[in-house]
């Protein structure tokens, strides 16, 4: 259905590294809720986190859902982490209101859709304002946009989100994940 | 659908929380939060004043971190309506020590009491267990309210959902904190977690 624009159709997933810089991060963080709206690329992370002792990964059916989740995480003493895509973060508006009221650690990993290369037009009005609609809620944006730079990014926003709770997303470029292609 | 023999909400929450021993109770947004509080102030009392239709994530993420706690979820027909999806999460996940009570006026009392959607069509109960949370009662008896209420403290066969059929009689405003920093470090504190 779909293939990474930036490598060729026969590379297995398993050559794409990053997800298991982030995953290495989360674990030394130990973040122990991840709930999700999945996306392709946060496909190999998911699986990641599914098969992890120490990680509970949740499904959600809309991605608010997993901000409510991880004011009641901190409640009971675990930390989380939200991975969704850029389209959920519009569904999530309000329930970020919950963070600075009751000030709980958030980080969640945004992989972007509707920016660099996108084919699917629906996907660019949202796109085009997460990053604004994460600051006007108070939500601090830092970006990876290529393979080299997610470890630091990654160290600095699991930081600054748990040690100094910093309301923190990552938003995960289009140019790193590759864009979705589509074919007949 | 009857009028008849519908519950008092206070006596229904002060019921559920009356031998609560180790339950942590969260209250959703709306009447529900201040049923609570009526019920007499706790430290693991978890009162939203907002985040609509979060109450049983909440819920959720409390009942995965203490999985030995009894967790109480307490809320209304709006409320629970807005956050319909999680019971399909939760229906998932199947936490056995989660309990969601819906005080079910089938109005949004807060507002001017306009119809909710469990007036004359939605079914919180049949949604309840379609989602995968087997133990979905309807309850129109202060004995079953008791019956529950014995229930949210095995912690091993949940989750389970409750819906209260509850008179929309007005009742006086008992308003908890709003704090809600001071409401999380609370609880944190008495299961033991120090500030950061």
């Known amino acids: 259905m779909h293939a990474r624009a930036d490598a060729p159709d026969t590379a297995p997933e398993a050559s794409v590294l990053w997800p298991d810089d982030i995953f290495a991060t989360l674990q030394r963080f130990d973040v122990r809720q991840v709930p999700y709206v999945p996306d392709a690329g946060h496909s190999k992370l998911i699986q990641r986190v599914l098969a992890s002792s120490t990680m509970r990964g949740i499904p959600l059916t809309t991605e608010e859902e997993g901000v409510a989740l991880l004011a009641g995480a901190w409640a009971g003493g675990q930390r989380g982490v939200l991975l969704m895509q850029s389209s959920g973060v519009g569904n999530c508006i309000n329930m970020l209101s919950l963070i600075p009221i009751l000030r709980f650690p958030f980080l969640t990993l945004v992989t972007m859709r509707g920016e660099w290369g996108e084919f699917n037009p629906w996907q660019v009005p949202m796109g085009s304002t997460t990053q604004g609609v994460f600051e006007l809620s108070g939500v601090k944006v830092l970006r990876a946009s290529n393979p080299a730079e997610v470890p630091a990014v990654l160290e600095a926003a699991a930081a600054q989100a748990y040690n100094a709770l910093t309301p923190t997303a990552v938003l995960l470029s289009q140019r790193l994940i590759g864009a979705k292609v589509f074919t007949k | ?196």
């Not at chain 2, 109770?25 to 004043?49: K, Q």
């Open chain 2, 1 to 196: 659908m009857s009028k008849a023999n519908l519950l008092d909400r206070r006596q229904v929450v002060s019921t559920l929380l009356a031998e609560r021993k180790d339950v942590i109770a969260i209250g959703g947004l709306g009447a529900s939060t201040n049923d609570m509080c009526a019920a007499g102030d706790h430290a693991r009392n978890f009162y939203l004043w907002g985040g609509m239709g979060g109450a049983a994530m909440i819920g959720l993420g409390l009942a995965l971190a203490q999985p030995k706690l009894p967790v109480l979820v307490i809320t209304g027909d709006g409320e629970m309506l807005m956050g319909m999806g999680s019971l399909a999460t939760i229906g998932l996940q199947k936490p056995a020590n989660l309990s969601i009570v819906v005080l079910d006026n089938e109005a949004y009392g807060e507002t001017g009491g306009q119809t909710s959607h469990t007036f004359a069509a939605a079914d919180l109960v049949g949604i309840a267990r379609a989602c995968g949370i087997e133990d979905s009662r309807a309850v129109t008896t202060m004995a079953e309210v008791e019956a529950f209420a014995k229930a949210v403290h095995d912690v091993s066969a949940g989750p389970r959902f409750a819906n209260v059929k509850i008179d929309s009689a007005s009742v006086e405003r008992i308003l908890p904190t709003r704090d809600g920093t001071y409401i999380v470090n609370r609880l944190r504190g008495d299961l033991g977690f120090r500030p950061i």
